[in-house]
């Protein structure tokens, strides 16, 4: 049997199908795809690909590598179904067309080894941060790490987050009281905040504690699946959907579930309940999770009157930020005001928005390390833009988002500083 085969006669080729069907080829979201910017060629849009899908999926072509590729290069920013009339859905699409290519022509390289490294034991995490600085050295600076030799995937400005060992779930007690305790929230890390953000984990907690939020630390937890999911790899996904959904079940109803990551965000929320659509009882369980999860400054803003929140923040910032809106965040999720409110209350106004501060960074998580040209070149415009502001911070509301702009100032040499938003929350209420 062709390995493609698995996956025409798997409910995957149906589902995908559904999705494709609906394109009624108007081009509406060429206008707004950023690898088409870059590139100028159909087949890299939406339009373009779905009309690739639908010959591959009645066998009218042959899934050869180049096309592939083609299928491959898609950032995952979702622009294209914010913009889609007709309701396609892109965040479908992507993960079941890779699913079809990774069947066929097994996955790229370092796709291979990204998800490798995510499905291995904790103590493989425990080797690598051992084994991290024969290869990068550290800088006398908040720079994260640099390469020492030429590395392949790695260039020479990468930025290079420091991996911590043992992370900050295995150093943390099971919860984190806060002194007269209003609510209990359950906090989800997603593997960046784990291992190489720990910072930002302490900083979520330092700020949900001193608003009266004691914070649970669900020890079961495991990578969202993100990096799987999006590769395509949906066996795996789902695997590790049941693992979470068992590891936050143990909360008591309808407690909050906080994370700092836009994109571990939107796949508990969003695709946990497709991952799990096989069985209605786990599709259900996942839907009624997903209402429980919030990204901290949905849950800040849901939470508290924004007069209390500004007179808890007793050390303003004294300088005006730019905030770049995570894909995953914004589109992914619909979170847009939250976090702005929040900066705007922090620095007493001073939020100044950059051009198309939700237009992608360019990192999509292993998109930029296969599709680097194209990635180096979104982080080009928007790493302008945000220089054009004449702020010295760009604060946003993902590690992943982060690795990317602070790799982009360090090329461009912007001179500016790239924070998560739980950074300036925790300056502002003065337990940094
Ligand atoms: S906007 Fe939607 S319907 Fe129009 S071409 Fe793009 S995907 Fe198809
Ligand atoms: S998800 Fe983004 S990169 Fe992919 S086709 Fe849509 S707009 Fe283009």
Same mark, same amino acid.
């Given at each position: 049997?062709?390995?493609? @085969?698995?996956?025409?006669?798997?409910?995957?080729?149906?589902?995908?199908?559904?999705?494709?069907?609906?394109?009624?080829?108007?081009?509406?979201?060429?206008?707004?795809?950023?690898?088409?910017?870059?590139?100028?060629?159909?087949?890299?849009?939406?339009?373009?690909?779905?009309?690739?899908?639908?010959?591959?999926?009645?066998?009218?072509?042959?899934? @050869?590598?180049?096309?592939?590729?083609?299928?491959? &290069?898609?950032?995952?920013?979702?622009?294209?179904?914010?913009?889609?009339?007709?309701?396609?859905?892109?965040?479908?699409?992507?993960?079941?067309?890779?699913?079809?290519?990774?069947?066929?022509?097994?996955?790229?390289?370092?796709?291979?080894?990204?998800?490798?490294?995510?499905?291995?034991?904790?103590?493989?995490?425990?080797?690598?941060?051992?084994?991290?600085?024969?290869?990068?050295?550290?800088?006398?600076?908040?720079?994260?790490?640099?390469?020492?030799?030429?590395?392949?995937?790695?260039?020479?400005?990468?930025?290079?987050?420091?991996?911590?060992?043992?992370?900050?779930?295995?150093?943390?007690?099971?919860?984190?009281?806060?002194?007269?305790?209003?609510?209990?929230?359950?906090?989800?890390?997603?593997?960046?905040?784990?291992?190489?953000?720990?910072?930002?984990?302490? @900083?979520?907690?330092?700020?949900?504690?001193?608003?009266?939020?004691?914070?649970?630390?669900?020890?079961?937890?495991?990578?969202?699946?993100?990096?799987? =999911?999006?590769?395509?790899?949906?066996?795996?996904?789902?695997?590790?959907?049941?693992? @979470?959904?068992?590891?936050?079940?143990?909360?008591?109803?309808?407690?909050?579930?906080?994370?700092?990551?836009?994109?571990?965000?939107?796949?508990?929320?969003?695709?946990?309940?497709?991952?799990?659509?096989?069985?209605?009882?786990?599709?259900?369980?996942?839907?009624?999770?997903?209402?429980?999860?919030?990204?901290?400054?949905?849950?800040?803003?849901?939470?508290?009157?924004?007069?209390?929140?500004?007179? =808890?923040?007793?050390?303003?910032?004294?300088?005006?930020?730019?905030? =770049?809106?995570?894909?995953?965040?914004?589109?992914?999720?619909?979170?847009?005001?939250?976090?702005?409110?929040?900066? &705007?209350?922090?620095?007493?106004?001073?939020?100044?928005?950059?051009?198309?501060?939700?237009?992608?960074?360019?990192?999509?998580?292993?998109?930029?390390?296969? =599709?680097?040209?194209?990635?180096?070149?979104?982080?080009?415009?928007?790493?302008?833009?945000?220089?054009?502001?004449?702020?010295?911070?760009?604060?946003?509301?993902?590690?992943?988002?982060?690795?990317?702009?602070?790799?982009?100032?360090?090329?461009?040499?912007?001179?500016?500083?790239?924070?998560?938003?739980?950074?300036?929350?925790?300056?502002?209420?003065?337990?940094?």
């Amino acid at each position: 049997m062709a390995p493609e @085969n698995s996956f025409f006669e798997s409910g995957l080729l149906d589902e995908l199908k559904t999705e494709l069907d609906k394109c009624v080829r108007c081009g509406e979201c060429r206008s707004v795809c950023p690898v088409y910017e870059q590139l100028k060629l159909e087949k890299f849009t939406s339009r373009g690909r779905i009309a690739l899908l639908d010959a591959i999926t009645s066998r009218d072509l042959e899934l @050869n590598t180049p096309l592939g590729q083609t299928l491959d &290069n898609c950032i995952m920013c979702l622009a294209c179904q914010e913009k889609c009339g007709s309701q396609v859905k892109t965040e479908r699409i992507i993960p079941l067309a890779r699913a079809l290519v990774s069947r066929k022509q097994g996955l790229p390289f370092i796709k291979k080894l990204v998800i490798k490294g995510l499905t291995l034991p904790e103590k493989t995490i425990r080797q690598a941060a051992l084994l991290e600085p024969l290869a990068f050295k550290s800088l006398p600076m908040e720079s994260g790490l640099r390469r020492r030799f030429p590395l392949p995937y790695v260039d020479q400005n990468q930025y290079i987050p420091r991996l911590d060992w043992p992370g900050f779930r295995a150093s943390s007690p099971e919860v984190f009281p806060a002194r007269g305790e209003k609510t209990t929230v359950s906090f989800f890390t997603g593997c960046l905040a784990n291992h190489a953000f720990t910072q930002q984990a302490a @900083n979520l907690v330092k700020v949900l504690n001193a608003l009266g939020v004691s914070v649970q630390i669900p020890k079961e937890q495991i990578c969202c699946a993100a990096p799987m =999911h999006v590769n395509g790899e949906i066996t795996i996904a789902r695997e590790n959907a049941l693992k @979470n959904l068992e590891a936050l079940s143990g909360r008591p109803a309808g407690q909050k579930i906080v994370i700092l990551c836009a994109s571990c965000g939107f796949t508990l929320k969003k695709v946990y309940p497709h991952l799990l659509a096989d069985s209605p009882e786990l599709a259900e369980k996942a839907r009624a999770m997903a209402d429980d999860v919030m990204d901290i400054s949905e849950f800040l803003i849901s939470q508290f009157d924004p007069k209390l929140l500004e007179e =808890h923040f007793t050390r303003p910032l004294c300088q005006g930020l730019t905030y =770049h809106d995570p894909c995953h965040l914004a589109r992914g999720q619909g979170i847009l005001d939250q976090p702005r409110h929040l900066l &705007n209350l922090i620095s007493r106004g001073g939020l100044v928005e950059m051009e198309k501060p939700d237009q992608c960074c360019g990192s999509g998580g292993t998109y930029g390390l296969v =599709h680097k040209d194209v990635s180096q070149q979104i982080l080009k415009a928007k790493m302008i833009r945000a220089e054009k502001t004449g702020v010295k911070l760009i604060a946003t509301g993902c590690p992943a988002c982060m690795i990317q702009l602070k790799s982009g100032v360090l090329k461009y040499q912007t001179g500016q500083k790239v924070v998560h938003i739980v950074d300036l929350l925790a300056t502002a209420l003065g337990v940094k």
